[in-house]
């Protein structure tokens, strides 16, 4: 696996067996995977989010572990509890759901505040720490959450420290006519996904998300990142803007973006591409801007335009 271009291209023909008609969710959730950063699926039932995170599972041969999230789930659910032994009178850990290498939280926002922050020290540090012991998380390690934005009746939307360690947003929408059609086609016997065997293994990977942090970004790419961050906190429209997690997520995002598409460094348009899905969710808009019905993605999208885009060469 010398070239990260040809990483992807193999991947996306795997996932694309089974998700069909959704390149461009795709290639963000194997960003999310090559910045080892976790992914918030955001849309209605039945589009293919949780059969999305299951083929990307198999298609790395890593574990995938599913965690359905209720009201009633306590945080131990999540992360594991330790158990006393008798036998040899002392306590033994017992991992939670949470110890795998491809973790679907499905519907997060309908378990409570308490059992959400379970996963902030996994998802930021890589680890989870029961009863004082700090057992590590296996890698590569990734988050996929999903939550309906339709139904909210009996859920917890989730606090902005939550929604700050997903590196990105992404939303799948329903597929086009063609598309259902080659979806009732393929699932005519069996589903796709029973076909799908591992293309990757789990060092080579690792092995990928490492040369990722090679990839060259100029530094007026980097200011370019910073000025788009500052201005989501200067708008008069937001309320709290991206902070510099959103910044470094640009830089990894672009990174990863620039690296499939073969490229050696990064260009003003891989930044404009991943501005929407990773500032979006970081951005709180005011609530006189609400009522004029103004969205964090028009605000996104009017500082793209507002910022001059950098020229020059962006290569070594």
Do not use: W
Not at 39 to 64: H, N, Q, Y
Not at 91 to 120: C, H, W, Y
Not at 239 to 268: D, H
């Amino acid at each position: 696996m010398s070239k990260l271009d040809e990483f992807g291209e193999k991947l996306f023909k795997n996932l694309e067996m089974v998700v069909i008609g959704k390149h461009s969710a795709l290639e963000l959730v194997v960003i999310g995977l090559l910045c080892q950063g976790h992914v918030l699926i955001e849309d209605v039932p039945g589009v293919g989010k949780t059969i999305m995170a299951r083929t990307l599972a198999r298609s790395l041969g890593c574990v995938f572990n599913r965690i359905q999230f209720t009201p009633d789930m306590l945080p131990s659910d999540v992360t594991g509890v330790s158990i006393f032994n008798q036998e040899n009178r002392s306590f033994e850990f017992r991992p939670g759901p949470i110890f795998g290498q491809v973790v679907l939280a499905d519907e997060i926002n309908r378990a409570t505040p308490k059992t959400q922050a379970a996963l902030l020290e996994a998802m930021d540090e890589r680890q989870v720490t029961v009863d004082g012991v700090t057992h590590p998380l296996p890698r590569p390690f990734i988050v996929l959450a999903t939550q309906n934005p339709i139904e909210y009746e009996g859920t917890f939307p989730l606090p902005e420290a939550q929604l700050d360690r997903f590196l990105l947003r992404v939303r799948l929408g329903y597929p086009s006519m063609n598309d259902e059609i080659r979806v009732l086609e393929g699932q005519k016997l069996r589903h796709p996904i029973d076909a799908i065997e591992a293309v990757f293994s789990a060092d080579e990977v690792l092995a990928a998300v490492a040369q990722v942090k090679n990839i060259y970004v100029a530094p007026v790419i980097q200011r370019y990142i910073v000025e788009l961050t500052h201005r989501t906190r200067s708008s008069n429209d937001v309320y709290l803007g991206a902070s510099p997690r959103g910044s470094l997520a640009l830089f990894r995002g672009g990174q990863a973006r620039a690296a499939l598409l073969g490229r050696e460094y990064v260009l003003p348009d891989d930044i404009k591409a991943l501005a929407e899905p990773i500032l979006g969710h970081r951005i709180i808009v005011n609530p006189a801007a609400r009522l004029r019905e103004v969205t964090a993605e028009r605000i996104v999208q009017e500082i793209l335009l507002a910022t001059p885009v950098p020229g020059g060469s962006f290569a070594y």
